[in-house]
């Protein structure tokens, strides 16, 4: 497959690489496959292509991030209750 060709491809939103593009159309050139054949087997490919991408954008955005060992955690905290004339300030009410 010619760089041109790819680019092409490119543009219109096709994902698959142009090496998994070359085994294909080798593939099915072998095979003697029909054009239907040949788009059924290119539409599943950039199916695959784009659910491998998704599931990688996806893992990347749902990072945890590191997280607090228990060794370092804090087991005696205990929050305390707010005073009032505090809660009154943060809630807006000035009496």
Do not use: F, I
């Not at 096709?14 to 095979?31: H, I, S, V």
């Not at 804090?74 to 505090?86: I, V």
């Amino acid at each position: 497959m010619t760089e041109a060709l790819h680019h092409l491809l490119d543009g219109l939103g096709l994902r698959a690489t142009p090496e998994q593009l070359q085994a294909l159309l080798t593939q099915l050139t072998k095979a003697h496959a029909s054009p239907v054949q040949v788009l059924e087997q290119w539409a599943a490919l950039e199916r695959r292509e784009r659910e491998v991408r998704n599931l990688a954008s996806r893992t990347k955005k749902a990072s945890v991030g590191t997280t607090k060992p228990a060794s370092d955690y804090d087991w005696n905290y205990t929050p305390r209750a707010p005073t009032r004339p505090h809660t009154k300030t943060s809630w807006g009410s000035a009496s």
